[in-house]
């Protein structure tokens, strides 16, 4: 395999082109209509990605975000390590089930990023933590810990919201256990970011899969396909694509290609915001030098959950043939051929560096790997580019649970948070009452007197106002410390 990234003047190439990209994309920056960036834990704003976005502290009165919990605590960092970004140096602690409310103007798809690392702190031991996640009834995160012992964790899900507000609850697993958080975005997606309809994968047959868009999505995998790491920064969106190395499984007689030049994105085609140029403009491929066509794939594996389906995203853009029509190849999913000599200048309407992306869904079967192939196929050319692959997105689908994270859902969630002795005391309240008034009437009658009891209400004002079986979230004062 070619290793273009240790050639120095390739490095530099590669450095000024994407300078110049960074450059341009500023000038398209992708304005989100809901755009929440909070600083849990805090009363400060803070800058990240360069200055370019600011995290809001979660303890400053807002209008359009309001946090609801009966106990949260806001917790610093006593020793922070000051080459971390800002957003992890503070968190909020809940100890029992709270939430976040954010006003939504913008209906349809949002993305949801929450962001959790550990921290040194006197009053809690983070890695003691143990907790459910929830995001408008969904369950995202069942018994999460939150805990890593240097990196910080980011959960990435796609929601779909049609009312007026987006709901993202922290739920305890038990009494002695807590929740916590260090940030969160809330952001409006682009429309065109998540199609309705898919391709399913049934065995060797491909099918329609419609209503994607009101599933539940969790970003599992983001990848660059032959290129470096692609910072939040670099993102139209903020996203973070990594290297595709540790999932290559089979890549003999492929290379990385680069470009410098611009990529076309098109009119109703993949737009800079469903992904970069700085993956776009980066490829493995199968090539033939000779009159011989190569007979083999280039492989990524993925681990995944069996019991969930999956949607593969793979995104193509011809930088590295010469002209159009030159080239066609076969695309594998899980093993199963999806796409039969696929033609990228049909499917960019001839316009070469111009992007183009499938959307496949696919089960997780009990291998737990997801695989994904391209190589040639019967119409490949001999000396030209016999396949190509630009990047990858791996999301997982809700189960009909509602949940991203087992068998349960947020309603058997809540059902099972431990409610205390108010309902035992209030019980034990009523039945010696009860046991009174009996005993008044048993006495009365051995005495000849007429039952002339006066029957009044138990004082149920006061269980009333905590006794809410069925709304365990109440919105209560935020502690700050």
């Given at each position: 395999m070619e290793n273009l990234y240790g050639n120095p003047s390739f490095s530099l190439l590669l450095f000024l082109s994407l300078h110049l990209v960074v450059v341009s994309s500023l000038y398209h920056r992708f304005s989100p209509v809901d755009n929440y960036l909070i600083n849990c834990g805090s009363s400060d704003e803070v800058s990240v990605d360069g200055n370019n976005r600011k995290f809001m502290g979660d303890s400053v009165k807002s209008d359009s975000v309001l946090m609801c919990g009966t106990r949260t605590i806001s917790i610093r960092d006593s020793n922070p390590d000051l080459g971390l970004s800002p957003i992890y140096h503070t968190a909020r602690v809940f100890t029992k089930p709270s939430k976040y409310e954010f006003e939504i103007r913008d209906k349809g798809t949002h993305a949801v990023r929450i962001h959790f690392h550990q921290l040194n702190s006197a009053k809690y031991d983070v890695s003691d933590a143990l907790f459910h996640v929830s995001v408008n009834g969904f369950l995202v995160l069942s018994n999460f810990t939150g805990y890593d012992n240097e990196n910080?964790?980011?959960?990435?899900?796609?929601?779909?919201?049609?009312?007026?507000?987006?709901?993202?609850?922290?739920?305890?697993?038990?009494?002695?256990?807590?929740?916590?958080?260090?940030?969160?975005?809330?952001?409006?997606?682009?429309?065109?970011?998540?199609?309705?309809?898919?391709?399913?994968?049934?065995?060797?047959s491909v099918e329609n899969f419609d209503g994607l868009t009101k599933q539940a999505l969790e970003v599992v995998y983001r990848v660059n396909v032959g290129g470096p790491k692609v910072t939040p920064f670099n993102d139209s969106l903020w996203r973070t694509w990594v290297p595709d190395e540790e999932f290559l499984k089979f890549s003999e007689g492929s290379s990385r290609v680069y470009t410098s030049g611009r990529i076309r994105y098109q009119m109703g085609g993949a737009s800079r915001e469903v992904c970069p140029d700085n993956v776009y403009n980066s490829a493995r491929v199968i090539s033939s030098s000779n009159a011989t066509v190569p007979n083999h794939n280039i492989t990524w594996g993925f681990d995944v959950v069996e019991g969930y389906k999956y949607l593969v995203r793979m995104h193509f853009c011809d930088i590295a043939s010469i002209a159009i029509g030159l080239i066609y190849f076969n695309v594998h999913v899980d093993g199963h051929l999806v796409y039969k000599d696929m033609d990228l200048s049909y499917n960019t309407n001839e316009v070469l560096s111009s992007p183009f992306y499938a959307d496949f869904v696919v089960d997780g079967d009990s291998s737990g790997v997801l695989t994904v192939s391209v190589g040639p196929s019967s119409k490949s050319f001999p000396y030209a580019v016999d396949a190509i692959l630009n990047g990858v997105e791996i999301m997982k689908l809700n189960n009909s649970m509602g949940s991203l994270d087992g068998e349960v859902s947020v309603e058997q969630v809540l059902k099972n948070w431990p409610r205390g002795n108010i309902g035992v005391s209030v019980a034990l309240f009523a039945s010696v009452c009860l046991l009174l008034t009996a005993s008044l009437l048993m006495y009365r009658r051995r005495v000849g007197v007429k039952d002339s009891v006066a029957w009044s209400p138990l004082p149920m004002d006061i269980s009333k106002g905590n006794l809410k079986s069925n709304n365990q979230f109440s919105c209560g004062k935020v502690e700050c410390s």
């Open positions: 910080a964790r980011i959960k990435e899900y796609l929601i779909w919201v049609d009312a007026e507000k987006l709901v993202i609850g922290f739920i305890p697993s038990k009494r002695s256990k807590f929740a916590f958080v260090n940030a969160i975005e809330v952001i409006s997606a682009p429309k065109d970011l998540i199609a309705d309809t898919a391709q399913f994968v049934n065995g060797d």
